[in-house]
């Protein structure tokens, strides 16, 4: 029996245009709560596009034009009464390449706490050492915090960018080929990280490489030119998928 | 001799040549002016405004000048930064149709280029329709103007650097606009904006023509915003068309001066801009 999951993101007939190029398609897809989600396809097919439709970050291109719904928490995102940071907050993200913020190591981990409402120095320093543990940094930063966060190696800073995001209390974590830029120890780190994330919270994989997707996905949601071709749990799409684009693209056959 | 070697020899000896060039002539004004200058440089040239009149200009010294300098270049500095930061958050792609921004940084570029007398020719114009002599406050606007172009384009081109990756980082961690402009893109373009600010700077204490028709000489300090006043470049000019060789060498030790305060201004933006790039994320 398997059992109903909730769903923490769900779009209805979204489509993205940049410029006259037409990225999404009527994507229907819906993300489960508590659950690492794999979106897997080959690149230029809207992978980022549609992870960075969750959280409205498309809205600082230019040229963008967005229809159709994206329901979180199933309240839809572009409702004008939708206040944007406080919906953003829900959702951490983490990049192809490491952005951390121009300032300290401390204070990239502090810089979320600080904007929403934390202020007291003792609690923002336990705060930071909790977040840095759980990304498995501090070990390694403790004893320079007040080093500028530019000066780490960029695994380590994926990492940072991981302990900033968390610290915010997302519900969601966005993750953007996270591990692309990395070397494959600090690769296997964050993909170790990733996988103990998805116990509290909804995680979004946006992933090119499949073998990383088997290791980590419950649940796979595969894009082929701006369209959804299959979704569904992580053994059906892999062992038994339905449609023969699908097969294809875990052959190898096309990419 | 191979070829291929001659030719790295001939480039690598022309590209010597011209480090020469620079190396030398900064070596050579600066051993010139003091060389020059040295011997009139005395405690009294510090502290003791002109006297005598300036053609004649033997006595006292050049307060009233260096002063005048500060007096004149700071507000504009201030000035220019204010409406400079006022244009370079305007030009952001956030407010306006790249169209519009790329024919506004066209025509700051063409200010950029245009001589520093031709603003101050300009200034007098205004001077004269609004009914006032030369002056500090003449002077000042002039050298605003001159500022301007530069200051904004550097402020615009460190704003416009600050990578798209580092706001979405910024947004998804629920910043507002204004938390992630003013903590984080600031923090990002600080080196450029303060590189952009001193070079401003640097350019209105050294330049002569637009303050001269503008803010005019005079051998007082200046008490109010509509009295004439002496800087150093107007001086050293004053100073060295005398005929009198005691006055010219009092023109080079006023060049020694202005050169030692120009040199400050560029150390100190260099340990600004030092201090905060190694925050910045490349």
């Excluded at chain 1, 290791?215 to 894009?223: E, G, I, N, W």
């Excluded at chain 2, 502290?47 to 004149?72: M, P």
């Excluded at chain 2, 700051?108 to 101050?120: A, N, T």
């Excluded at chain 2, 109010?224 to 060498?249: C, E, G, N």
Aim: net charge positive.
């Amino acid at each position: 029996m398997i059992k109903k999951l909730d769903i923490q993101i769900e779009t209805k007939n979204l489509n993205v245009y940049y410029d006259k190029h037409y990225v999404l398609k009527g994507v229907n897809i819906e993300i489960p709560a508590k659950q690492l989600t794999a979106v897997i396809g080959p690149s230029g097919c809207g992978k980022t596009t549609l992870l960075k439709s969750f959280n409205r970050l498309l809205d600082l291109r230019d040229n963008i034009k967005i229809s159709g719904k994206i329901l979180v928490d199933g309240e839809n995102i572009f409702d004008s009464k939708v206040d944007v940071p406080d919906m953003r907050k829900k959702m951490g993200l983490l990049s192809q390449k490491p952005y951390p913020l121009p300032m300290s190591i401390y204070n990239n981990v502090a810089y979320g706490l600080r904007i929403h409402g934390k202020k007291n120095a003792k609690e923002l320093d336990s705060a930071v050492k909790h977040y840095l543990q759980e990304a498995g940094l501090w070990n390694e930063v403790k004893d320079r915090l007040h080093d500028p966060a530019s000066r780490l190696s960029v695994g380590q800073q994926q990492r940072l960018c991981l302990a900033r995001a968390i610290a915010v209390e997302p519900e969601v974590v966005l993750c953007d080929e996270p591990t692309s830029a990395l070397d494959p120890i600090a690769a296997q780190q964050i993909e170790k990280l990733l996988l103990k994330l998805r116990k509290d919270y909804t995680v979004v994989l946006v992933t090119h490489t499949l073998r990383q997707a088997k290791r980590l996905a419950d649940h796979v949601v595969f894009l082929y030119f701006g369209k959804v071709v299959e979704q569904g749990p992580a053994d059906e799409v892999f062992n038994n998928p339905k449609d023969p684009k699908t097969k294809a693209y875990i052959k190898g056959e096309i990419s | 001799m191979n070829r291929r070697v001659l030719e790295e020899k001939i480039f690598k000896t022309l590209m010597l040549a011209s480090v020469f060039i620079v190396m030398g002539s900064l070596v050579i004004i600066i051993g010139l002016v003091i060389f020059n200058g040295g011997s009139s440089l005395t405690i009294e040239m510090f502290t003791q405004t002109s006297s005598g009149g300036y053609y004649l200009g033997r006595g006292g010294g050049i307060l009233n000048a260096i002063l005048g300098s500060l007096f004149l270049a700071l507000p504009a500095t201030a000035l220019a930064c204010l409406i400079g930061l006022g244009i370079a958050l305007y030009l952001q792609k956030e407010f306006t149709h790249p169209k519009v921004s790329g024919f506004i940084r066209l025509s700051l570029d063409i200010l950029w280029g245009i001589p520093s007398i031709v603003y101050g020719i300009f200034c007098l114009m205004i001077m004269v329709f609004i009914g006032i002599g030369t002056s500090l406050l003449a002077g000042i606007i002039a050298l605003t103007l001159l500022e301007i172009p530069i200051i904004t384009r550097y402020m615009d081109e460190s704003i416009k650097m600050v990578p798209i990756e580092l706001k979405e980082g910024a947004y998804s961690l629920g910043s507002t606009k204004f938390e992630t402009a003013v903590k984080v893109v600031r923090r990002q373009a600080l080196p450029g904006i303060i590189a952009g600010v001193l070079l401003g700077l640097g350019r209105g204490i050294g330049d002569a023509a637009s303050i001269l028709f503008t803010a005019g000489f005079s051998d007082r300090i200046p008490e109010s915003l509509f009295d004439s006043t002496a800087a150093l470049p107007t001086m050293i000019y004053h100073l060295y068309a005398s005929p009198y060789p005691l006055v010219r060498q009092r023109a080079y030790a006023a060049a020694f001066i202005l050169v030692v305060i120009v040199l400050s201004i560029s150390i100190v933006s260099r340990a600004l801009s030092k201090r905060y790039t190694k925050y910045v994320i490349p």
